[in-house]
């Protein structure tokens, strides 16, 4: 039997029956056990966030991930993971594996409730606010553009619209869209790549490639193996992981549904235009008749044949 290769990409389709080695970052699970890990987490934040946070995170905790609404009819949010400095900025990191038509709306909606706790425990709070950071790595494309544009990462903030100039610098959206990232182990340079390539495919690798062979990332792939789970740890893999390959095939049909749709649609749309020509040209058969029928009436009259 073939020795496997360092970092080699396990065959099949990826899915329940197909564990591997190391867990899917797209699961619940899974992204909250890595990412969960102080250390990754620096790493991720300074490393994404490199050119908007002021200084670099050199310590940070984890906040709770649900928040109440000001009222009792105000709906929850429940977030992946929060995490906080000292110094009171705020990240927000989510991952969405399954799309969702309003994701943008809801990224801000989530993004006011860490906004608003700020003034819970100041009397004569002066409206300083603290930063904002909401990071969303999201498993489809926002837009139907081609994959293959590198631009894969929208950085998002209040800007003067004539201007162009920024505005307010203490919110930022980041979006992180999988699908547009297509780079191979080969063609990656620098650390934000190599996170978007582990966060990719870390679930379909055997071994830790080369390339990825930086002290930064060792924690990591140790903490993402699944050979060392409890077995309670693997039941709640597990089960995140049929939810996932659940939503991929409800995803799957969905498109499936969308396309069935369009093309109904577009076969409405060519019917009521032949539809539409059908008419236009009946109209002008009746018209020529009755012009016709005239020229007859007008012959026979003149003939005295009426």
Known sequence: ?????????KPGKPGVENIGVYVNLLTDFGFKRIFGIKEVMLHFLNTVLAEDIKDVIVDLHYDNTERLGITKYDRRAIYDLICSTAKGERF??????LWQEFYKDRTLYYSTYLIQDQNIKHKDWDFKLQPVYSVNIVNFPFDNTDLSEEKYTSYVQLIDRETHQLFYDKLTFVYIELPRFTKELHELKTFFEQWMFIIRNLHELTDIPEALRHEVFGKLFEEAKIARMTKQEKENYFTSLKNLHAMNLAKIELNKMHKTIATITAENVAMKKESAAMKKESAAMKKESAAMKKEIAELRRRLGLN
């Open 92 to 97: 927000i990191v989510e991952i969405q594996a």
């Open 1 to 9: 039997m073939a020795e496997k290769k360092s970092g080699a990409v």
